[in-house]
């Protein structure tokens, strides 16, 4: 039996492409829908090339979490993976598949982690922090943004000379290559 994995992105896409594309000739996981809560994110345009169905729902549907229970429900689905996700995940949810969500944050947890530190706000920050680091977290998700059970860290150093973006360049490229393992390590 194959474990069906839901991928929830709020924006590019590009970390759900990776891993899909990653786990194509591995029929023990599937990835049978993404969900996202914007509808002109370009995760959708990826999504459309794989030829995997993405849904949008509301703010508001993440608040009642029935709608999302609903469709996790219709598609069978074991675990989820938030690959760049911005809303808080519902406390139904979290209830529904414990120790079953799991996210990736762009730098070092417990640092630059909580409500507001997403995508380049983070990488903003290391710089403007003088650390000489960075790197990424995959996490367990729980009530709180960024305080679950770490399961995985790496890191990548941070040149006095680096930029945001170029963090971003060096973060995501860990992000691309550990990402998909730390999936296979966890559910095999
Ligand atoms: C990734 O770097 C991910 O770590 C980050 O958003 C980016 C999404 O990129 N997630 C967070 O900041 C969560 N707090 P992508 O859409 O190209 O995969």
Known sequence: MSLRIALFASGSGSNAENIIRSFLNDS???????????????????????????????????????????????????CIVLAGFLLKVPEV????????????HPALLPNYGGKGMYGHHVHEAVKASGDTESGITIHCVNSNYDE?????????????????????????????????KVIKNLWS
Do not use: M, W
Request: charged share 30%; glycine share 2%; hydrophobic share 45%.
């Open 148 to 180: 679950g059970n770490i399961i995985f860290q790496a890191k990548c150093p941070v040149l006095p000379t680096d930029t945001a973006d170029l963090i971003a360049e060096k973060v995501h490229a860990l992000e691309y290559d550990y990402f998909p």
């Open 28 to 78: 023990k996981f599937e990835f049978p829908l993404i969900i996202s809560n914007k509808k002109d994110a370009f995760v959708h345009e990826r999504a459309r090339k794989l030829d995997i169905p993405s849904f949008t729902f509301s703010r508001e549907d993440f608040v009642k979490a029935e709608p999302i229970l609903d469709i996790l429900k219709e598609y069978q689905i074991d």
């Open 93 to 104: 949810l979290i209830h529904a598949f414990p120790d079953k969500i799991i996210n990736i």
